[in-house]
């Protein structure tokens, strides 16, 4: 077996970020993915937003499940921490890190098969319970590593790479996440890198439950007439909302905009998300609003994408699970374990 390595020495010149750190020291492995696959350009969307962000690596924890998309983590953000659990599982071992230590920030990467299929109640209780991470579906409507049969999210009426038509319904991950209470809630395309890093960069920055369902065409198994997540289909078929900009508040910015309507919304952080409406009639801070949008211009077979909902308010499961401000990993048993009289106390309120 021959192993492929990038180099680990980077050219001096290179540009680096505020805390040091040159875009190469964001990247991972390298892709053993197909040629032309989408979830390469989420990767380096990622990449590109975690930069931009000046995140320090190591305090980035990603976690994944099963298929295509939870490799992915592999190729991204190699110094940072990385677990990858079994098939659909990814939620609830990140809610688990998350409460055991809240100062780092979660990325969770999965699939339409990983999340809508078997870890489907995984991602719905993530939602309503608001863990704040970023959750990210790579939605490519098939099953990539057993050759290609239909997913969940596979849309009814599309076809197969063989030509075999889905007469099931798809589950639209989107719509859940609004319904279920997701405070950031997207769609992106992966060939649309202008709209998807800001998109990221907002999500990781985001007080809650941040979620990002992103139609990412594979290349072997659903690239072709008939399918309704090929690049030419989204291409045709999508709808942009707003046009999104990150700004963090520790600088000025100065930027032109083109004409039109811009609401900014203030970020638990201080940071801005910058949305310049596209469609006059779209209020991106109105949940039934976006859900009822979404569902017409479904209807009309159009894909919309961009900054759906966000709750310039959003809490988390620590606000309100009312946790300590210190991580518990970093509790001594003394402070964990407060003995038989406190116990005694806590049992006592609920007789």
Not at 12 to 22: A, E, I, M, Q, S
Not at 161 to 175: H, R
């Amino acid at each position: 077996m021959t192993w492929i390595a990038k180099p680990v020495l980077h050219h001096p010149t290179l540009t680096r970020n505020k805390v040091g750190y040159t875009r190469r020291d964001y990247e991972g492995r390298i892709s053993t993915l197909c040629a032309g696959c989408g979830h390469d350009s989420i990767s380096a969307a990622i990449v590109q937003a975690c930069w931009e962000l000046d995140i320090q690596p190591h305090r980035v924890a990603k976690l994944s499940g099963i298929g295509c998309s939870s490799k992915t983590p592999d190729y991204f953000l190699g110094a940072s921490h990385g677990f990858n659990s079994v098939h659909g599982r990814m939620p609830s071992v990140l809610t688990g890190a998350n409460l055991a230590n809240r100062d780092l920030l979660y990325l969770g990467v999965s699939g339409d098969g990983d999340s809508a299929s078997i870890g489907l109640g995984q991602f719905a209780n993530a939602m309503r319970r608001g863990v704040r991470m970023a959750y990210i579906v790579e939605n490519n409507g098939v099953y990539g590593l057993t050759k290609g049969q239909f997913s969940a999210t596979a849309d009814r009426g599309s076809k197969s790479k063989k030509g075999v038509v889905n007469s099931e319904s798809p589950v639209d991950l989107v719509a859940l996440a609004l319904q279920l209470g997701a405070t950031y809630v997207a769609r992106s395309f992966s060939g649309d890198k202008a709209q998807l890093v800001p998109l990221i960069k907002g999500a990781l920055s985001h007080g809650g439950a941040a979620f990002i369902d992103i139609i990412s065409p594979c290349a072997t198994f659903n690239n072709h007439g008939g399918s309704t997540k090929s690049y030419d289909y989204v291409r045709e078929h999508n709808d942009a909302v707003s046009r999104i900009d990150f700004i963090t508040t520790a600088d000025e910015i100065t930027t032109q905009y083109a004409p039109g309507e811009a609401v900014d919304v203030r970020q638990h952080d201080g940071s801005i998300l910058r949305l310049r409406k596209l469609h006059t009639d779209y209020d991106p801070t109105n949940r039934v609003s976006a859900m009822a949008y979404m569902q017409a211009h479904q209807a009309r077979g159009e894909i919309v994408t961009g900054l759906l909902y966000v709750d310039p308010l959003a809490t988390d499961l620590h606000t309100a699970l009312n946790t300590s401000d210190q991580p518990l990993n970093s509790m001594d048993a003394a402070r964990l374990c407060p003995g038989t009289p406190a116990l005694e106390r806590i049992n006592a309120t609920f007789r």
